[in-house]
């Protein structure tokens, strides 16, 4: 699937500016007594497109919540272009855009109303610079004749598209995709890894995807993060991925079934 748009003129005027560096300093966070993540380390460069993984509960959305501000850490840093991430301020200063993994689309509104939400809310640029705009992201993802639809109309993939759309109207420095893979059959999911690796290399955003998806993170990753039991036990190039020394690591991303030792006993009535 080509996601090349077809017009005369770019209007995103910003998101070519330079990108951003995340790095992430000792960072812990504790529920309760419950620890979720364990002195946890890296720095993604501007402009790269770094996949974390890790089993269910290994700490990954919590890592990603506390990139975009929204969770407090126990102790250390997260820095955004060298801002505080939990600053007011740095969301002012570097434009990030967050794609949910269910999308988070609203019913109520058509797929056009839901990219100009934002643009509308912080009166940014008049209705017609809106409409460009939005028709602008919509054609870069082939969605333009999906713009009346209603998100109940929508495939699950397409919801995808039209939440990584509405990111781009937000013309983001930093791009941040929880699971965007996830639910979708082996097509979808490959078009969706091609559309995050087109817009890095046609508008220099930094990305930071989590993920299950090991073809993904092969195909489109400069480097790859795995998160376990809330540590970072692997960092690395896709390229030293497929080659594991940690058993735990190559367990996760070939597991293997045996039949004959079953992991749950039938239930004795």
């Known amino acids: 699937m080509s996601i090349a748009a077809d017009v005369t003129r770019n209007p995103f005027t910003q998101i070519e500016s330079p990108a951003v560096g995340v790095t992430v300093e000792h960072l812990s966070k504790s529920f309760g007594t419950f620890e979720v993540l364990k002195d946890v380390s ?20 919590v ?6 501000g929204l969770e407090l850490p126990t102790s250390g840093k997260v820095t955004v272009d060298r801002r505080d991430a939990t600053e007011e301020t740095t969301r002012e200063h570097v434009r990030m855009a967050l794609v949910f993994q269910a999308g988070a689309l609203f019913n109520s509104m058509t797929v056009y109303d ?8 912080h009166r940014i640029g008049t209705e017609a610079e ?7 992201a919509l054609q870069i993802l082939s969605l333009e004749n999906a713009s009346q639809k209603f998100p109940s109309d929508l495939s699950g993939g397409m919801k995808k598209r039209v939440a990584i759309a509405r ?19 082996p097509v979808m999911g490959a078009t969706i890894s091609e559309i995050i690796a087109t817009l890095k290399d046609e508008y220099h955003v930094t990305s930071i995807v989590v993920s299950h998806d090991r073809d993904l993170a092969l ?18 190039t896709p390229a030293e991925l497929q080659a594991p020394k940690d058993p735990r690591i190559a367990d996760f991303l070939n597991p293997k079934i045996d039949l004959k030792k079953p992991r749950f006993k039938r239930l004795e009535t």
């Open 130 to 136: 809106i409409k460009e705009k939005v028709m602008h």
């Open 219 to 236: 195909a489109i990753a400069d480097r790859v993060g795995i998160l376990m039991g809330g540590k970072l036990v692997f960092l690395g």
């Open 63 to 68: 890592l990603l919540k506390h990139i975009v």
């Open 42 to 61: 890296f720095a993604v460069k501007p402009g790269e497109i770094f996949v974390l993984m890790g089993p269910s509960g290994s700490g990954k959305s």
């Open 114 to 121: 839901n990219l100009a939400l934002y643009p509308r809310e």
């Open 167 to 185: 990111a781009l109207v937000m013309e983001p420095q930093l791009m941040l995709y929880d699971e965007p893979t996830s639910e979708l059959d």
